[in-house]
T-cell receptor, first 113, second 109 residues
Framework: EPEVTQTPSHQVTQMGQEVILRCVPISNHLYFYWYRQILGQKVEFLVSFYNNEISEKSEIFDDQFSVERPDGSNFTLKIRSTKLEDSAMYFC???????????FGQGTRLTVV | RKEVEQDPGPFNVPEGATVAFNCTYSNSASQSFFWYRQDCRKEPKLLMSVYSSGNEDGRFTAQLNRASQYISLLIRDSKLSDSATYLCVVIPAGNMLTFGGGTRLMVKP
């Protein structure tokens, strides 16, 4: 069964450092998302991406965040200067079409120290 | 009003019990509805889509009430392995997936 793959599974970084989280979507999927979940809290939307551009983003997704799909396969989330409060689980999700179910990767646990 | 709202629980039920969760949504133009299951520190996994006519998958039944803007999930004959957080996901028209806060279920022996 096709699956969404995320790397790394766990990343520890120092405050102020840049991190890049990677996602390989399911091959025929067109819509891509990043969500985050702080431990014990709800899943929060960060950004959606379609046709090589951001279609929507939340208030959380400020200038420190960026996304791209540089090679047509990997979908990346970059955090330029990490803060302690960026520590969370980051999930990539992909959809084939707008109204279909989304499939999630196993997540990257980001710990900022 | 939150876009998608769920009772956080926890719902503590004995094995074999029937339990039901509701989820309300605010956007009347919402078109697609899903229940996801999330185990601790794992990714959300699709449990079932929710169709207008209602649908059943084994011990799980999902229903949609458009007039009152809620969806429900019924679990019959609860198993210990059903213990998880159940996430309601709604797609408003032309918009991205919107999650409820989740309802935590704990099934006890």
């Amino acid at each position: 069964e096709p699956e969404v793959t995320q790397t790394p599974s766990h990343q520890v970084t120092q405050m102020g450092q840049e991190v890049i989280l990677r996602c390989v979507p399911i091959s025929n999927h067109l819509y891509f998302y990043w969500y985050r979940q702080i431990l014990g809290q709800k899943v929060e939307f960060l950004v959606s991406f379609y046709n090589n551009e951001i279609s929507e983003k939340s208030e959380i997704f400020d200038d420190q965040f960026s996304v791209e799909r540089p090679d047509g396969s990997n979908f990346t989330l970059k955090i330029r200067s990490t803060k302690l409060e960026d520590s969370a689980m980051y999930f990539c999700a992909t959809q084939r079409n707008m109204n279909t179910e989304a499939f999630f990767g196993q997540g990257t646990r980001l710990t900022v120290v | 009003r939150k876009e998608v709202e769920q009772d956080p629980g926890p719902f503590n039920v004995p094995e074999g019990a029937t339990v039901a969760f509701n989820c309300t949504y605010s956007n009347s133009a919402s078109q697609s509805f899903f229940w996801y299951r999330q185990d601790c520190r794992k990714e959300p996994k699709l449990l079932m889509s929710v169709y207008s006519s209602g649908n059943e998958d084994g011990r799980f039944t999902a229903q949609l009430n458009r007039a009152s803007q809620y969806i429900s999930l019924l679990i019959r004959d609860s198993k210990l392995s059903d213990s998880a957080t159940y996430l309601c996901v709604v797609i408003p028209a032309g918009n991205m997936l919107t999650f409820g806060g989740g309802t935590r279920l704990m099934v006890k022996p």
